[in-house]
């Protein structure tokens, strides 16, 4: 199971310091979880100092496909590994609806992510108009296809891809646990077509959409649900950490 916490752009340095300080005293030892929390840009230094030496990783929100280059405003693979990043959340909705990005931009940067040996949370999903046209299926398998076009994996540990309905992220509804197992099916047959049994079997396949601790465990049950991507609340440290014991049942 994995537990990644997607900070978005909450936040500020006094702020953040509070939060991974709450949260390493209230995750603990997460045992088999592996746990990961995604700061702002600006406030990745400062979190890495707090969890190092703790089970808990560092993980950044997004990265641009070039190693380095006139492109303002940006961040690369090679930065995020060298403030010590392990993780790095590609394709998400947010970055999808209101930046433009496209399954071809994610396909580049999953390349270099992987070049720099930093797992990429690869996110998919369908919005509700399209869910509702009963185009659910077909929009995350292209997503998920247009992703990992020309990507080579060797292990389970490279890559995760997150499951995360556009229309549960932040809106208070969630997937239930049968909806989103429908999901993780398709994509673990997606996985397994793509890497055979054994890597494709075990990758991790997260749910993200408004995941609480209320309805972690029911979620996390599910046989291809192997952890979640945590938006609002992994913004208290408490809550974060119920879901962190969730993945434990």
């Given at each position: 199971?994995?537990?990644?916490?997607?900070?978005?752009?909450?936040?500020?340095?006094?702020?953040?310091?509070?939060?991974?300080?709450?949260?390493?005293?209230?995750?603990?030892?997460?045992?088999?979880?592996?746990?990961?929390?995604?700061?702002?840009?600006?406030?990745?230094?400062?979190?890495?100092?707090i969890i190092e030496g703790t089970p808990i990783r560092l993980g950044a929100q997004n990265m641009?496909?070039?190693?380095?280059?006139?492109?303002?405003?940006?961040?690369?693979?090679?930065?995020?590994?060298?403030?010590?990043?392990?993780?790095?959340?590609?394709?998400?909705?947010?970055?999808?609806?209101?930046?433009?990005?496209?399954?071809?931009?994610?396909?580049?940067?999953?390349?270099?992510?992987?070049?720099?040996?930093?797992?990429?949370?690869?996110?998919?999903?369908?919005?509700?108009?399209?869910?509702?046209?009963?185009?659910?299926?077909?929009?995350?398998?292209?997503?998920?296809?247009?992703?990992?076009?020309?990507?080579?994996?060797?292990?389970?540990?490279?890559?995760?891809?997150?499951?995360?309905?556009?229309?549960?992220?932040?809106?208070?509804?969630?997937?239930?646990?049968?909806?989103?197992?429908?999901?993780?099916?398709?994509?673990?047959?997606?996985?397994?077509?793509?890497?055979?049994?054994?890597?494709?079997?075990?990758?991790?396949?997260?749910?993200?959409?408004?995941?609480?601790?209320?309805?972690?465990?029911?979620?996390?049950?599910?046989?291809?649900?192997?952890?979640?991507?945590?938006?609002?609340?992994?913004?208290?440290?408490?809550?974060?950490?119920?879901?962190?014991?969730?993945?434990?049942?």
């Amino acid at each position: 199971m994995l537990v990644a916490g997607n900070w978005k752009m909450h936040t500020d340095r006094e702020e953040a310091i509070r939060l991974a300080e709450a949260v390493v005293a209230e995750v603990g030892d997460p045992g088999s979880v592996q746990v990961a929390v995604c700061p702002p840009f600006v406030n990745l230094e400062v979190v890495r100092q707090i969890i190092e030496g703790t089970p808990i990783r560092l993980g950044a929100q997004n990265m641009h496909y070039e190693e380095a280059g006139a492109y303002t405003g940006e961040v690369s693979a090679p930065m995020l590994k060298s403030v010590g990043c392990r993780y790095v959340i590609l394709g998400h909705s947010e970055r999808r609806q209101y930046f433009g990005e496209t399954d071809e931009g994610v396909n580049r940067k999953i390349k270099r992510a992987l070049q720099y040996e930093l797992i990429p949370i690869v996110c998919v999903g369908e919005t509700l108009e399209e869910r509702q046209a009963g185009q659910a299926a077909a929009v995350v398998e292209r997503q998920v296809r247009a992703a990992l076009d020309g990507v080579a994996l060797h292990s389970a540990e490279a890559l995760v891809i997150a499951y995360e309905p556009v229309w549960a992220i932040g809106t208070g509804h969630t997937a239930t646990p049968e909806q989103a197992q429908e999901m993780h099916a398709l994509i673990r047959r997606l996985l397994i077509d793509r890497y055979g049994e054994a890597i494709g079997r075990a990758l991790h396949i997260l749910y993200g959409g408004s995941v609480k601790p209320g309805n972690a465990a029911d979620l996390f049950a599910q046989p291809d649900v192997d952890g979640g991507l945590i938006g609002g609340a992994s913004l208290k440290a408490a809550d974060f950490a119920a879901i962190v014991r969730a993945a434990h049942c």
